[in-house]
Structures are given as C-alpha cells and as structure tokens.
C-alpha cells in the first residue's frame, strides 16, 4: 500500500532556529514530491521535486530529494513566528495526478 | 489570494439535510479536484475532473456526489451525511493532469449534527 511518512509530528522551536522536516515515501510509480504549507486555511505550494540531489530553494526554505533512499527533507533556516504552520509532503503516481499526502508536520514557532 | 475560491466557509447540517458545496478558480486551469481533510489523518482525493470528466472516484460513499458544469467550477453535493463526515472539504485546482502543482482553496468546514 502506498504511504507517505512525515516525521516529526510536531516540532516546537524558537526564533532563528533552523528546522529540518522529513519525509519518506513508498509509492509505486513515483513521479513528483510536492511539499505544501497550511496555516489556518488552504495548503500554499512550496516546492515540486523530480530529480534526486538537485536543491530547490526559496528564501529563507530549501528541500531536496533522494529517490534512491525515498525520502525529501524541507529546511528552514532563522526560522520566523511566521513559519508557524502545518507542513505536508505528497507524493504523485507517474500515470495519474493523484497525490498522496502524509499527515504533516506541525511547526511552532516562539518568539 | 489563491484564486480558488470555496463556499460556505462553514456548514452545520443534520443528517437528513442536502446542501452543495461549491469551488470556483480563477486561474484557467482544466483539472479541480475534491480532498477531504479529516483531524490528525491525511488529506484524502476524493474526486478528479478533467476539462469537465470525471477521472477520478476514490471509493467515495454515494451520499457524496460531484458535479463539474465547466473547467471553473466545481460542486459537491451532500445528502444524508453521517457524523463520520466532518471535517475540512478542500477543493483544488491544476492546470491539467501533466505533473503541475494543485493550487487550493480555504476549504469549506463541514459539522454535522
């Protein structure tokens, strides 16, 4: 059965701090991990990976993949109140668009 | 803004109601789907459309029934709900079925009594 693991659950830190969040993936026909932020409302896209080793980056908020090991990690460096969120991985089938989500990391972060 | 755009923002009905939830984006996309986010479980695809074809029906119970009229909007229609079926419904959207980043809406927050 497919699955998509988030770890960790939740992670409480303090401003400036940098986090990493993981995530692993048994999906048979993978074609694309997606990782998206969700504050009180809609999840917002961060990053679609495709390719192994190669760093997506976006300000202060990195990822990368490793499709040989099957997990992605989403960095965040001098972390802000800001980033305060529930942060969730899918992961895609070559032959449809479907996504398959994890449960989400859950970050705090305290001034 | 993330030009999708749900409504209501919030539900309360009994078992027995009927109601619609709608979806509208705004980004000329030809690809919505429907998700269901349950508390501490993972968002589960519900249904997919394609240029107004359903695609996609992941196992969902009758009393959920999907309607696509046009590329931009999307419905979802529900009747004798249980209370099993609260939880946050969340509508997406993408440009087609081409590996492209689904864009969502604030869902619509769904109690049923």
């Known amino acids: 059965e497919d699955k998509v693991v988030q770890s960790p659950l939740s992670l409480v830190v303090h401003e400036g701090d940098t986090v990493t969040l993981n995530c692993s993936y048994e999906v048979t026909n993978f074609r694309s991990l997606l990782w998206y932020k969700q504050e009180k409302k809609a999840p917002t896209f961060l990053f679609m990976l495709t390719s192994s080793g190669i760093e997506k980056k976006s300000g202060r908020l990195s990822s990368i993949l490793d499709k040989k090991e099957l997990f992605s990690i989403l960095n965040i460096t001098a972390t802000q109140t800001g980033d305060s969120a529930v942060y969730l991985c899918a992961v895609r089938h070559y032959n449809t668009d479907k996504l398959i989500f994890g449960t989400g990391t859950r970050l705090q972060v305290f001034p | 803004e993330t030009g999708v755009t749900q409504t209501p923002r919030h539900l309360v009905m009994g078992m027995t109601n009927k109601k619609s939830l709608k979806c509208e984006q705004h980004?000329?996309?030809?690809?919505m789907y429907w998700y269901k986010q349950s508390a501490k479980k993972p968002l589960e695809l519900m249904f997919v459309?394609?240029?107004?074809?359903?695609?996609e029906n992941n196992s969902v119970p009758s009393r959920f029934s999907p309607e696509c009229p046009n590329s931009s909007h999307l419905f979802l229609h529900l009747h004798t709900l249980q209370p099993e079926d609260s939880a946050l419904y969340l509508c997406?959207?993408?440009?087609?079925?081409?590996?492209?980043?689904?864009?969502f809406g604030d869902g619509t927050r769904l109690s049923i009594l």
């Open positions: 980004l000329g996309h030809n690809a």
């Open positions: 997406a959207s993408s440009q087609d079925l081409s590996n492209q980043p689904q864009h």
């Open positions: 459309y394609s240029l107004e074809e359903r695609v």
